[in-house]
């Protein structure tokens, strides 16, 4: 089946422009993550929702990034008024995993090249 | 704080010969450990995944084992291919809550034809 899809696959953006980034999601997984992989370092976990959810956003680094996955299925991660430091590889992950139940692993879309000159 | 740690940047092996990669954690409650590997420009693949109560688990050419006492993880690949030249990310959780993931920063392995 398809796997998790990401659009753009690359953005660049002036500072101060606000950006918007999809995910779609495995078909079925109600677990949804979002990370932020700067270069030559592993991911960092940003949000989580399980279903529509959003039930852990301890990583969003400012009050510009927001999240949203209003029908439980695609995600939207906004930034507002980026900044350069922003720059970095956003990935998504879907698992089936809930909270409380067994672990089960993340699989991850190709990820988005956000660029802010 | 790097809670998730992987010291070698790098690593050469020959084809044919054993991979291994090594990943340090300090959290003594995570449960749940997974390796991906990661090709340029694609996301993260799952390769394998052991919970806190194995040693080992093993799936093909890929091997993860874990020692809890000295919270050390490592991955060994036999025969390793010239296709697994990759950047390898281990990565933990803990044992309620999300899932969310600790990444470590990742080890570039080459496997020299």
Same mark, same amino acid.
């Given at each position: 089946?398809?796997?998790?899809?990401?659009?753009?696959?690359?953005? +660049?953006?002036?500072?101060?422009?606000? +950006?918007?980034?999809?995910?779609?999601?495995?078909?079925?997984?109600?677990?949804?993550?979002?990370?932020?992989?700067?270069?030559?370092?592993?991911? /960092?976990?940003?949000?989580?929702?399980?279903?529509?959810?959003?039930?852990?956003?301890?990583?969003?680094?400012?009050?510009?990034?927001?999240?949203?996955?209003? /029908?439980?299925?695609?995600?939207?991660?906004?930034?507002?008024?980026?900044?350069?430091?922003?720059?970095?590889?956003?990935?998504?992950?879907?698992?089936?995993?809930?909270?409380?139940?067994?672990?089960?692993?993340?699989?991850?879309?190709?990820?988005?090249?956000?660029?802010?000159? | 704080?790097?809670?998730?740690?992987?010291?070698?940047?790098?690593?050469?092996?020959?084809?044919?010969?054993?991979?291994?990669?090594?990943?340090?954690? *300090?959290?003594?409650?995570?449960?749940?450990?997974?390796?991906?590997?990661?090709?340029?420009?694609?996301?993260?693949?799952?390769?394998?995944?052991?919970?806190?109560?194995?040693?080992?688990?093993?799936?093909?050419?890929?091997?993860?084992?874990?020692?809890?006492?000295?919270?050390?993880?490592?991955?060994?690949?036999?025969?390793?291919?010239?296709?697994?030249?990759?950047?390898?990310?281990?990565?933990?959780?803990?044992?309620?809550? *999300?899932?969310?993931?600790?990444?470590?920063?990742?080890?570039?392995?080459?496997?020299?034809?």
């Amino acid at each position: 089946g398809a796997g998790v899809s990401q659009s753009p696959r690359y953005k +660049v953006a002036k500072r101060g422009q606000d +950006v918007a980034l999809r995910c779609d999601p495995i078909s079925g997984h109600v677990s949804l993550f979002w990370y932020q992989q700067a270069l030559g370092q592993g991911p /960092e976990f940003l949000t989580y929702f399980q279903n529509e959810a959003q039930l852990d956003k301890s990583g969003l680094p400012s009050d510009r990034f927001f999240a949203e996955r209003p /029908e439980g299925s695609v995600s939207t991660l906004k930034i507002q008024r980026t900044q350069q430091e922003d720059s970095a590889v956003y990935l998504c992950a879907s698992s089936l995993a809930l909270v409380g139940g067994p672990a089960y692993e993340q699989y991850f879309g190709p990820g988005t090249r956000l660029t802010v000159t | 704080d790097q809670q998730v740690k992987q010291n070698s940047p790098s690593l050469s092996v020959q084809e044919g010969r054993i991979s291994i990669l090594n990943c340090d954690y *300090t959290n003594s409650m995570f449960d749940y450990f997974l390796w991906y590997k990661k090709y340029p420009a694609e996301g993260p693949t799952f390769l394998i995944s052991i919970s806190s109560i194995k040693d080992k688990n093993e799936d093909g050419r890929f091997t993860v084992f874990l020692n809890k006492s000295a919270k050390h993880l490592s991955l060994h690949i036999v025969p390793s291919q010239p296709g697994d030249s990759a950047v390898y990310f281990c990565a933990a959780s803990l044992p309620s809550g *999300t899932y969310k993931y600790i990444f470590g920063t990742g080890t570039r392995l080459k496997v020299l034809a």
